[in-house]
Structure formats: structure tokens, C-alpha cells
């Protein structure tokens, strides 16, 4: 076997009759927090799946989830995030702050934050996450700007989405 | 005796009559007539009409038959080409009143021919912009892989050739003479076709090669053409396998003969004919001495001898005879690398076995855990349907596999090559091997139609399942509780599908199949009926259709037909809709009595024509929380004489059942944003810390679909009130559950906080 490896495999899962409930959907909600001017940006993504897909992209064999979780895996989760998920607010890339994350059973929470958010007149939003490595990946993006409630339903062939507020 | 004439009006919330508004409202447009719309309405058009063989109470009718076909087959496993050999002879019982002018064979392994169909029903796009080799020649270099089955000969009992015409998975046998009522039809095929390597390729069977080693692992399932089912439900079931939605099969007689390599460790779904024959002598001493191991399991074949064969690769064979009775399927786990453990299960009386198979690579997770298990899995199961009539239960170790046959079944779980494992990989390994278990009972003896409705064995298992879990382990994290489906059906409605679909085309198909149906019957069990009602019914309707073939309507007929409670509201709302639960607290209005006219009052005094000064020191008037200003103005019970005398005037009996008097009248109005009707369960937290829990059917929303209110009264002040404050019902919406309005810092700030810290 050469050591060549698979950069991008796409797996063809079929469904079994089993528990794991395979389904490829993200939720991250996006709440504009008036009083501290900030974007509050949650994400639920599933655990094997992000690990999958950051082991391919980077080539690692890395393990979520305590207790044995690898020291270097934040870095990876950030730089992962980065490369697949852009905020633009009134036309400007915003820079976000990766706050931590948690783990809840078989899903893994990641918190980001954009500070210093005076007005949005209109978000735009990428998140290709997983994409890549799960064709049928579908992103939802649940926003709360003000009063304004909206849900992208990003997929591969649309990965952005855009929101314009009165 | 002077009569004492009392009335005691409640001029609380007169709602305002309606010939007033009638009078004051402008003509409006007439609107045209309606059919039955309520949400209560009775599931008389969705579901099939009774007949004499699916009753109108859910049980099998006097009429009821289904086929039987009995087979008799020898397999040949080739580990060198890894090519599956058969030939089998066919004996289908025609038990019902029809002529059959055709039989309908399913070629499932057709599904994986060269020229099947099931890879033109997918998109493919461009997806990635740049493959390795493998990738590449295994997309665009390597002609498809050929697993399709190859038959030889199709023939008849006389070993004439038979008339066949094959549309992919499904072959029609064109009979000669049609196969009258109660005649009996024999036929012989024999057939080889090549076995596809699962990890590679995907499927529910195949083998996983392990290149350490050089060996094989097969996990073998649809590997012989075999009858469609024949009922007055769907006629013969012979809708094609794409893929996704599994099998409908008959019951029958199987005799199976397989040769495998003979340092392989085989296991097969029947009784094995043969042990003294395939298992050396210690090991057949191990396999007697385990039918009495009760506590823990006894190890037939261990790690170390599993590791001697790997190395020997024999080219002789050995045969493996096995004889299933009423079975609808064989499953066939073989491979060198196989130990084997097993342990005895009392079941009411009768001796089973719980077996696993594992290679090396399984352990420790596997020894720990996996046969012990399938034995709380066979107990807890029996307990909530019927003792397991089989004699065996199996779960074989397989990578990325959780598939179940009759009394064998694969699951995944594999340790990392140290050994540890993390407690998400040791409890997915336990609800898988839990769940492939169940399914023993859920579909292989309640024999559904998959190939129609996922849900009623997949459904069904998973409720069961959670059961099971918790017998096993009481802090399982399961997955189908109803509060885990509120992030499913608060999803976008285009990509929702209702429960009641082919399970083809739905979208999210494993919450839609497995946990929203395991969740309803959750709520259906702990909220709706409660567990006595529940097991009761549940129970009838497991023993009602083992060993045979129910659909829906035999489900929802019997829990009704057996608990005595209407729940066409529930199936309709939780099946056949994507509709979500929704309820909360829209206002909560308090009141106070006192002795003298309310603005109110007056108001209403004024609009019937009455004198209230007629009424001086009779009546109670209810006050509202803004006029009275100062509740320490508001009169109790106590204070009204008139109230005392009148006690006083009424019969022993009638003086029995006086309760406690009340002094605070709370109206609280509950609305219901979401669609679904469900019980409305109130918790009241009393002043002095005492919480209160009262539970409303769900016929409450009958007429107040929207909004309807409720008037708690009390002798103690109410302080908070919360709507399902243990998220029993999967409201997606929680922010309106409780009064006062809690302000929930969500869980974005949550988490922040906790960082400070």
C-alpha cells in the first residue's frame, strides 16, 4: 500500500439500520447582542464529523473528546474554521475571536465572537464546513439581528448567503 | 322556611354575548362551508379501511394468511476470490385464497451490479478540486465494481428450465400454470456473484480485509435470491432496492449448509446441526459448558487461538449445517480472526444463548461488554413484548456496520490499536449492539414491511432500545427522548418530511425513521397514557403480530383498542404532519374576592337589567389584581356569611366533599404557537415553596386551538408557573414557558460566563 494518502475522500455512507442516525446538517446561530455591540456566534456541529473532516484536511489522526484529546486540536478547530467560515458585515470581512468549546454526547459546541459592532446594515455569511469532505453537507444558519429573524440553508453548490436589514 | 335564594355568580369573565358583537359587526362576506377540520378528527380516511384480515381493532382477522417458503440451500464462501457460491431449492406455500400467475425473487446483491441504477439516482458534482490516485482511479479509471448475482440456472422441481424476466433487484418467475390457493410451488436456482469489500465500496455486508494480517472478516446478508412478500396489503411487495430502504420477506423452514475455509470460526442464523464436527474438542467442551454460564460469559474460541489461525490460512474446508425454523432471513459471520464468547439467558424459564464474535482487534471493549449486552437486551426486550422464542442471539463485531438479521446481527465500536477507547465509542458501541439485538423482535418476528414504512421497526426498536439502556446502564446518554428531537423538527419545513413516508425520499432520514418515532412513543408512554396503559397495549400489539406481517394501521389501532384511549389526534399530529409543539404562557391575570360590586359588576348588572343593592351581602365578587390596589383589602372566604349559612343548609354528604376554601383566582391564558395538540403539563410554585403539577389532556385545545385559559384557585399565593418543566413534550420553544417571564440568559452567555470562572 503506498503511503499516498487520500487528501479529500468522498465517502459514500450508506444507510445502515443503526443508531448513529446519520444526518449531515450544522446549526450555528448568529446573534447581534445590541447592548454589548457584539455578534454571538454559536456552533453545534457533530463530532465525529468535524473530526473527520479536519484528520482528512490535515492529515492527522487526531481524537475529540476528552479525555484523550490531543493538546494541538484547538489550533487545528481554528485554523479549520478560518479557511471555511468568513462574516462580512456592511461589506467588511470581520475578524472573530474562537471563545472555547464544549462537548454535549455526540455533538461538539464552538463559541466565536465579533466584537465592536456599531450598526449592520447587511451580514454576510460563508460556512462551507465539512463540505469538503461530506458531499450532502448542509450548514444552517439560524440569525437574530434585532428583530430580524433569518435562516440561510447553505449548501455546497450555495456555501454564502446574504441578509440586508432596513 | 324562608328560602334562602343564593346566587353565587361567577361574574368573573363573562365573555361578552354574542348577539352584542353580532349587532355591532359589519355583514361580512358569507364563507364557503368547510369538511371536518379539527385536529381531533378520527384517522378513518388515512388509514386503510378494516377488512377480515387487518381488523378495525389491529389484530390479525379470521381471514388473515401469509405465504411460507422454506429453503434448503448450500453456500460455498471463497476467501481466496471472496466469491459467495449457492445453490438453493425453493418450496413457497401459496396460503392464500388467490391464484398467483407469477412469483416475484429478489436479487438484492443486483443493487451493486455493474449496470445497476442506484448509482444514476445520485447528484454528483464537482466536488473536490484536486485526487489522490486512489481516489481518482477508483472514480474515473476503474470500470464498476460487479457484485450483481450470476445465476446459472433458474429451474423447476423436475429440473426444467423456468421463465424468468429480471428488472434489476427483482426477478418474476413466469409460472406456466398460475399456483392455485393452498398449492405449493418448488423451484431450484443456482447462482455465485462476487463480494464486495464494504469499507471500499459501502453496503450492509461484504468483508473488511485486514492487510496486517492478510485475513478477511465476512459479515454475509442478501446473498441468495429469495421470495418477495405476497399479502392483500401492498399485493407482492416488489418495489426495487436502492439502497436505503430495506427488505419484506416471509417466514419459513431454512436447512443451510455452508463451507468456509477450515480454520474459520462460522456462525450463521439456526440451530447448528453439527458442533462435534466443526469445533475441536475443547472447543465443543466450552460450548456445552457455556448453555449453564449464567453469570458471565465463557470464552469458546479466545484470542489466542483466533491469533494462531489467522496465521494458517488453510485450504481446507469445513461445512457448517444449520436449521432455522420460522426465520425471514439468513445472516452468515465467518472469518479466522473470529473469537467467540458466550453466556446463558434466562428468559422466563427457557435457556437462550447470547453469543458475540470479535477479532482481536474488538478487545478488551468486546469482551467487556458485547454478549452481556445482548443479554440485558434480550431481557428487557422480552419484558416489553414477548419472551424471544429463538434459542440464539448474536452480535459480531464489524467495522462501520449496524445491520440486523434473525438472531445475528453487526455492529461497529473498534478500540484504537492501543487498546483505550473513549466513553463516546464504548456507548456507541452499546447502543448499537442494543439496538441490532432488538431488532430480533422488531423486524424479524413483527414482521413489517420495510421496504414501506422504516419507522415500524426502526421506530419501534429504538423506544425499546432506550429501554433497554437504561436497565443497563442508568446515566445512558440517549438520543430519542423528546427534548432530543426539538433541534430536528425546529428545522426548516423543506426539509422535513412526515414519519408516514416512503422511506426513499425523505429528507434526514434518521430522525426521521428512528428517534422523532422513538420519541413519540416515549411521550405516548410517560405522558399521554402512562406506563401501565402503555406496556399493556404495547404488549398486545407485539403479541398480536409476532410471526406475522402488521402495518401502521394495526399499530395505531391496537394501542387504541387495547387502552381504551382515543389517540387519532396523536397519530395524526406526530405521523402523519411535520407540525411541532409549541406551548406557553401568554398572560396570567390574578384576582381577589371582596364583598361589594366590581367595575365589572356593574357593568354586567347593567347589561342584564339587574339591581346589584337587591343582591346587598349575597354574592361573591371576583376582583381584579389592578382595582383592588391593596390586596390586603380583599375579603377571604371565611368573611362571607351568606357563603358560611349556605354551607351550613347543605347535607352531610354534600358537606363531605367542601375542599379547602380559596382566596387567589388565577386566570392564566396558554397559548399554542405550534400546530401539534399534546397534554398541557402546569407546574405551580406555591408561596411558601410547595410546587404543584397538574396535567390537562390534550382535548383541552379542542376548541381553543390557539389560546385557551384555566382558573387555578388557591388558598396560597401562586409565585411561578412553568408549562413541561421536564420537557416532556419537545416544545421548541422554552422561552415562553414560564410565568414570570424568565429572562434566559441563552447559551452563548452561559458558556462565556463559565469561562470567567
Same mark, same amino acid.
Given at each position: 500500500?503506498?503511503?499516498?494518502?487520500?487528501?479529500?475522500?468522498?465517502?459514500?455512507?450508506?444507510?445502515?439500520?443503526?443508531?448513529?442516525?446519520?444526518?449531515?446538517?450544522?446549526?450555528?446561530?448568529?446573534?447581534?447582542?445590541?447592548?454589548?455591540?457584539?455578534?454571538?456566534?454559536?456552533?453545534?456541529?457533530?463530532?465525529?464529523?468535524?473530526?473527520?473532516?479536519?484528520?482528512?484536511?490535515?492529515?492527522?489522526?487526531?481524537?475529540?473528546?476528552?479525555?484523550?484529546?490531543?493538546?494541538?486540536?484547538?489550533?487545528?478547530?481554528?485554523?479549520?474554521?478560518?479557511?471555511?467560515?468568513?462574516?462580512?458585515?456592511?461589506?467588511?470581512?470581520?475578524?472573530?475571536?474562537?471563545?472555547?468549546?464544549?462537548?454535549?454526547?455526540?455533538?461538539?459546541?464552538?463559541?466565536?465572537?465579533?466584537?465592536?459592532?456599531?450598526?449592520?446594515?447587511?451580514?454576510?455569511?460563508?460556512?462551507?464546513?465539512?463540505?469538503?469532505?461530506?458531499?450532502?453537507?448542509?450548514?444552517?444558519?439560524?440569525?437574530?439581528?434585532?428583530?430580524?429573524?433569518?435562516?440561510?440553508?447553505?449548501?455546497?453548490?450555495?456555501?454564502?448567503?446574504?441578509?440586508?436589514?432596513? | 322556611?324562608?328560602?334562602?335564594?343564593?346566587?353565587?355568580?361567577?361574574?368573573?369573565?363573562?365573555?361578552?354575548?354574542?348577539?352584542?358583537?353580532?349587532?355591532?359587526?359589519?355583514?361580512?362576506?358569507?364563507?364557503?362551508?368547510?369538511?371536518?377540520?379539527?385536529?381531533?378528527?378520527?384517522?378513518?380516511?388515512?388509514?386503510?379501511?378494516?377488512?377480515?384480515?387487518?381488523?378495525?381493532?389491529?389484530?390479525?382477522?379470521?381471514?388473515?394468511?401469509?405465504?411460507?417458503?422454506?429453503?434448503?440451500?448450500?453456500?460455498?464462501?471463497?476467501?481466496?476470490?471472496?466469491?459467495?457460491?449457492?445453490?438453493?431449492?425453493?418450496?413457497?406455500?401459496?396460503?392464500?385464497?388467490?391464484?398467483?400467475?407469477?412469483?416475484?425473487?429478489?436479487?438484492?446483491?443486483?443493487?451493486?451490479?455493474?449496470?445497476?441504477?442506484?448509482?444514476?439516482?445520485?447528484?454528483?458534482?464537482?466536488?473536490?478540486?484536486?485526487?489522490?490516485?486512489?481516489?481518482?482511479?477508483?472514480?474515473?479509471?476503474?470500470?464498476?465494481?460487479?457484485?450483481?448475482?450470476?445465476?446459472?440456472?433458474?429451474?423447476?422441481?423436475?429440473?426444467?428450465?423456468?421463465?424468468?424476466?429480471?428488472?434489476?433487484?427483482?426477478?418474476?418467475?413466469?409460472?406456466?400454470?398460475?399456483?392455485?390457493?393452498?398449492?405449493?410451488?418448488?423451484?431450484?436456482?443456482?447462482? $455465485?456473484?462476487?463480494?464486495?469489500?464494504? =469499507? /471500499?465500496?459501502?453496503?450492509?455486508?461484504? !468483508?473488511?480485509?485486514? *492487510? #496486517?494480517? +492478510? &485475513?478477511?472478516?465476512?459479515?454475509?446478508?442478501?446473498?441468495?435470491?429469495?421470495?418477495?412478500?405476497?399479502?392483500?396489503?401492498?399485493?407482492?411487495?416488489?418495489?426495487?432496492?436502492?439502497?436505503?430502504?430495506?427488505?419484506?420477506?416471509?417466514?419459513?423452514?431454512?436447512?443451510?449448509?455452508?463451507?468456509?475455509?477450515?480454520?474459520?470460526?462460522?456462525?450463521?442464523?439456526?440451530?447448528?446441526?453439527?458442533?462435534?464436527?466443526?469445533?475441536?474438542?475443547?472447543?465443543?467442551?466450552?460450548?456445552?459448558?457455556?448453555?449453564?454460564?449464567?453469570?458471565?460469559?465463557?470464552?469458546?474460541?479466545?484470542?489466542?487461538?483466533?491469533?494462531?489461525?489467522?496465521?494458517?490460512?488453510?485450504?481446507?474446508?469445513?461445512?457448517?449445517?444449520?436449521?432455522?425454523?420460522?426465520?425471514?432471513?439468513?445472516?452468515?459471520?465467518?472469518?479466522?480472526?473470529?473469537? $467467540?464468547?458466550?453466556?446463558?439467558?434466562? =428468559? /422466563?424459564?427457557?435457556?437462550?444463548?447470547? !453469543?458475540?464474535?470479535? *477479532? #482481536?482487534? +474488538? &478487545?478488551?471493549?468486546?469482551?467487556?461488554?458485547?454478549?452481556?449486552?445482548?443479554?440485558?437486551?434480550?431481557?428487557?426486550?422480552?419484558?416489553?413484548?414477548?419472551?424471544?422464542?429463538?434459542?440464539?442471539?448474536?452480535?459480531?463485531?464489524?467495522?462501520?456496520?449496524?445491520?440486523?438479521?434473525?438472531?445475528?446481527?453487526?455492529?461497529?465500536?473498534?478500540?484504537?490499536?492501543?487498546?483505550?477507547?473513549?466513553?463516546?465509542?464504548?456507548?456507541?458501541?452499546?447502543?448499537?449492539?442494543?439496538?441490532?439485538?432488538?431488532?430480533?423482535?422488531?423486524?424479524?418476528?413483527?414482521?413489517?414491511?420495510?421496504?414501506?414504512?422504516?419507522?415500524?421497526?426502526?421506530?419501534?426498536?429504538?423506544?425499546?432500545?432506550?429501554?433497554?439502556?437504561?436497565?443497563?446502564?442508568?446515566?445512558?446518554?440517549?438520543?430519542?427522548?423528546?427534548?432530543?428531537?426539538?433541534?430536528?423538527?425546529?428545522?426548516?419545513?423543506?426539509?422535513?418530511?412526515?414519519?408516514?413516508?416512503?422511506?426513499?425520499?425523505?429528507?434526514?432520514? +434518521?430522525?426521521?425513521?428512528?428517534?422523532?418515532?422513538?420519541?413519540?412513543?416515549?411521550?405516548?408512554?410517560?405522558?399521554?397514557?402512562?406506563?401501565?396503559?402503555?406496556?399493556?397495549?404495547?404488549?398486545?400489539?407485539?403479541?398480536?403480530?409476532?410471526?406475522?406481517?402488521?402495518?401502521?394501521?394495526?399499530?395505531?389501532?391496537?394501542?387504541?383498542?387495547?387502552?381504551?384511549?382515543?389517540?387519532?389526534?396523536?397519530?395524526?399530529?406526530?405521523?402523519?404532519?411535520?407540525?411541532?409543539?409549541?406551548?406557553?404562557?401568554?398572560?396570567?391575570?390574578?384576582?381577589?374576592?371582596?364583598?361589594?360590586?366590581?367595575?365589572?359588576?356593574?357593568?354586567?348588572?347593567?347589561?342584564?337589567?339587574?339591581?346589584?343593592?337587591?343582591?346587598?351581602?349575597?354574592?361573591?365578587?371576583?376582583?381584579?389584581?389592578?382595582?383592588?390596589?391593596?390586596?390586603?383589602?380583599?375579603?377571604?372566604?371565611?368573611?362571607?356569611?351568606?357563603?358560611?349559612?349556605?354551607?351550613?343548609?347543605?347535607?352531610?354528604?354534600?358537606?363531605?366533599?367542601?375542599?379547602?376554601?380559596?382566596?387567589?383566582?388565577?386566570?392564566?391564558?396558554?397559548?399554542?404557537?405550534?400546530?401539534?395538540?399534546?397534554?398541557?403539563?402546569?407546574?405551580?410554585?406555591?408561596?411558601?415553596?410547595?410546587?404543584?403539577?397538574?396535567?390537562?389532556?390534550?382535548?383541552?385545545?379542542?376548541?381553543?386551538?390557539?389560546?385557551?385559559?384555566?382558573?387555578?384557585?388557591?388558598?396560597?399565593?401562586?409565585?411561578?408557573?412553568?408549562?413541561?418543566?421536564?420537557?416532556?413534550?419537545?416544545?421548541?420553544?422554552?422561552?415562553?414557558?414560564?410565568?414570570?417571564?424568565?429572562?434566559?440568559?441563552?447559551?452563548?452567555?452561559?458558556?462565556?460566563?463559565?469561562?470567567?470562572?
Amino acid at each position: 500500500m503506498t503511503k499516498i494518502k487520500r487528501l479529500l475522500i468522498i465517502l459514500v455512507i450508506p444507510l445502515f439500520a443503526f443508531t448513529a442516525h446519520k444526518y449531515y446538517i450544522s446549526l450555528i446561530k448568529v446573534e447581534y447582542k445590541t447592548s454589548s455591540k457584539s455578534l454571538q456566534i454559536t456552533m453545534r456541529i457533530f463530532i465525529d464529523d468535524l473530526q473527520e473532516a479536519i484528520n482528512k484536511t490535515y492529515i492527522k489522526n487526531f481524537e475529540f473528546g476528552e479525555p484523550n484529546e490531543s493538546k494541538n486540536i484547538n489550533e487545528l478547530i481554528i485554523n479549520y474554521i478560518q479557511d471555511n467560515f468568513t462574516v462580512k458585515i456592511n461589506s467588511q470581512n470581520k475578524v472573530y475571536q474562537f471563545l472555547g468549546k464544549a462537548y454535549d454526547n455526540d455533538v461538539i459546541f464552538i463559541y466565536l465572537e465579533v466584537e465592536d459592532i456599531e450598526t449592520i446594515q447587511h451580514i454576510e455569511i460563508k460556512n462551507s464546513m465539512l463540505m469538503a469532505t461530506f458531499s450532502e453537507q448542509k450548514n444552517i444558519i439560524k440569525l437574530k439581528i434585532n428583530n430580524t429573524k433569518k435562516t440561510f440553508l447553505l449548501t455546497k453548490e450555495k456555501d454564502k448567503d446574504l441578509l440586508k436589514l432596513n | 322556611m324562608k328560602k334562602i335564594s343564593l346566587y353565587v355568580f361567577s361574574f368573573l369573565m363573562i365573555s361578552s354575548f354574542t348577539f352584542a358583537q353580532e349587532q355591532d359587526a359589519q355583514i361580512k362576506e358569507r364563507k364557503p362551508g368547510h369538511t371536518s377540520t379539527t385536529k381531533f378528527r378520527q384517522l378513518k380516511q388515512e388509514l386503510a379501511t378494516p377488512n377480515s384480515q387487518h381488523t378495525a381493532s389491529g389484530a390479525p382477522g379470521h381471514a388473515y394468511t401469509q405465504q411460507q417458503v422454506d429453503y434448503v440451500m448450500n453456500i460455498t464462501i471463497d476467501d481466496k476470490t471472496q466469491k459467495l457460491f449457492g445453490d438453493e431449492v425453493i418450496t413457497y406455500h401459496n396460503n392464500s385464497k388467490d391464484q398467483l400467475e407469477y412469483l416475484w425473487v429478489q436479487l438484492d446483491q443486483n443493487m451493486r451490479a455493474a449496470d445497476s441504477k442506484t448509482p444514476d439516482v445520485k447528484q454528483t458534482t464537482m466536488e473536490a478540486s484536486f485526487n489522490g490516485p486512489v481516489t481518482f482511479t477508483k472514480d474515473y479509471l476503474k470500470k464498476p465494481f460487479d457484485g450483481g448475482f450470476k445465476l446459472e440456472y433458474v429451474k423447476d422441481v423436475n429440473d426444467k428450465p423456468l421463465s424468468y424476466t429480471i428488472n434489476s433487484t427483482m426477478m418474476r418467475i413466469n409460472l406456466v400454470k398460475p399456483l392455485a390457493p393452498g398449492e405449493t410451488f418448488v423451484f431450484k436456482i443456482k447462482w $455465485w456473484y462476487t463480494i464486495n469489500n464494504y =469499507i /471500499n465500496d459501502g453496503g450492509r455486508s461484504g !468483508y473488511e480485509h485486514f *492487510p #496486517k494480517d +492478510g &485475513n478477511n472478516l465476512y459479515v454475509i446478508a442478501q446473498f441468495f435470491p429469495r421470495l418477495a412478500v405476497y399479502d392483500n396489503v401492498e399485493g407482492w411487495q416488489n418495489m426495487q432496492f436502492w439502497g436505503r430502504s430495506e427488505f419484506a420477506l416471509e417466514f419459513g423452514n431454512y436447512t443451510v449448509n455452508i463451507t468456509a475455509p477450515s480454520d474459520h470460526i462460522l456462525n450463521a442464523t439456526g440451530l447448528l446441526q453439527n458442533p462435534k464436527e466443526v469445533l475441536s474438542r475443547t472447543q465443543y467442551k466450552r460450548f456445552q459448558a457455556a448453555k449453564k454460564s449464567f453469570d458471565e460469559p465463557i470464552i469458546i474460541v479466545t484470542q489466542a487461538e483466533a491469533e494462531v489461525a489467522e496465521k494458517s490460512h488453510s485450504d481446507k474446508t469445513k461445512t457448517w449445517k444449520f436449521y432455522a425454523e420460522n426465520v425471514r432471513d439468513i445472516g452468515i459471520a465467518t472469518s479466522r480472526k473470529f473469537i $467467540w464468547d458466550a453466556m446463558a439467558v434466562n =428468559i /422466563n424459564g427457557k435457556t437462550v444463548m447470547a !453469543y458475540s464474535l470479535y *477479532p #482481536k482487534e +474488538g &478487545n478488551p471493549l468486546w469482551e467487556k461488554h458485547s454478549t452481556k449486552v445482548v443479554a440485558n437486551t434480550l431481557k428487557v426486550y422480552s419484558k416489553y413484548t414477548f419472551d424471544y422464542p429463538y434459542h440464539k442471539a448474536i452480535s459480531v463485531h464489524a467495522r462501520q456496520q449496524g445491520m440486523e438479521y434473525p438472531q445475528i446481527c453487526w455492529n461497529y465500536g473498534r478500540p484504537k490499536e492501543d487498546g483505550t477507547y473513549s466513553d463516546r465509542v464504548r456507548d456507541g458501541m452499546i447502543g448499537v449492539v442494543t439496538h441490532e439485538v432488538g431488532h430480533n423482535f422488531f423486524p424479524m418476528i413483527v414482521n413489517s414491511d420495510e421496504r414501506q414504512w422504516t419507522w415500524m421497526d426502526e421506530g419501534l426498536n429504538s423506544f425499546v432500545e432506550m429501554q433497554a439502556e437504561f436497565e443497563y446502564d442508568p446515566n445512558f446518554n440517549t438520543r430519542s427522548l423528546p427534548k432530543d428531537v426539538v433541534s430536528y423538527m425546529s428545522m426548516d419545513q423543506d426539509h422535513l418530511s412526515p414519519i408516514m413516508t416512503q422511506g426513499d425520499h425523505v429528507y434526514n432520514f +434518521g430522525p426521521n425513521a428512528y428517534s422523532k418515532p422513538a420519541a413519540g412513543l416515549t411521550m405516548l408512554r410517560n405522558t399521554i397514557m402512562g406506563p401501565e396503559l402503555f406496556d399493556y397495549a404495547f404488549r398486545t400489539y407485539s403479541k398480536r403480530w409476532m410471526f406475522k406481517h402488521p402495518t401502521p394501521a394495526d399499530f395505531f389501532r391496537t394501542m387504541e383498542d387495547a387502552s381504551g384511549m382515543d389517540l387519532d389526534w396523536f397519530w395524526r399530529g406526530w405521523f402523519y404532519t411535520t407540525d411541532y409543539n409549541d406551548i406557553g404562557i401568554k398572560e396570567v391575570k390574578k384576582y381577589y374576592l371582596t364583598n361589594k360590586p366590581t367595575k365589572a359588576a356593574i357593568a354586567d348588572a347593567e347589561k342584564y337589567g339587574m339591581n346589584l343593592d337587591d343582591f346587598k351581602d349575597k354574592l361573591v365578587y371576583f376582583i381584579s389584581e389592578e382595582e383592588i390596589g391593596n390586596p390586603n383589602k380583599a375579603k377571604k372566604v371565611k368573611d362571607f356569611k351568606m357563603l358560611d349559612n349556605y354551607l351550613n343548609s347543605l347535607s352531610e354528604t354534600e358537606k363531605s366533599r367542601i375542599k379547602e376554601a380559596p382566596n387567589y383566582f388565577y386566570e392564566v391564558t396558554f397559548e399554542k404557537p405550534g400546530g401539534l395538540v399534546l397534554p398541557l403539563i402546569v407546574e405551580l410554585t406555591y408561596e411558601d415553596g410547595t410546587k404543584e403539577r397538574q396535567q390537562f389532556p390534550a382535548e383541552i385545545w379542542s376548541k381553543h386551538d390557539a389560546e385557551v385559559k384555566r382558573i387555578f384557585a388557591s388558598s396560597k399565593q401562586i409565585t411561578n408557573i412553568v408549562v413541561d418543566p421536564d420537557l416532556e413534550t419537545a416544545d421548541i420553544d422554552i422561552t415562553n414557558n414560564s410565568w414570570p417571564k424568565k429572562i434566559e440568559s441563552n447559551q452563548f452567555e452561559k458558556f462565556k460566563d463559565k469561562l470567567k470562572n
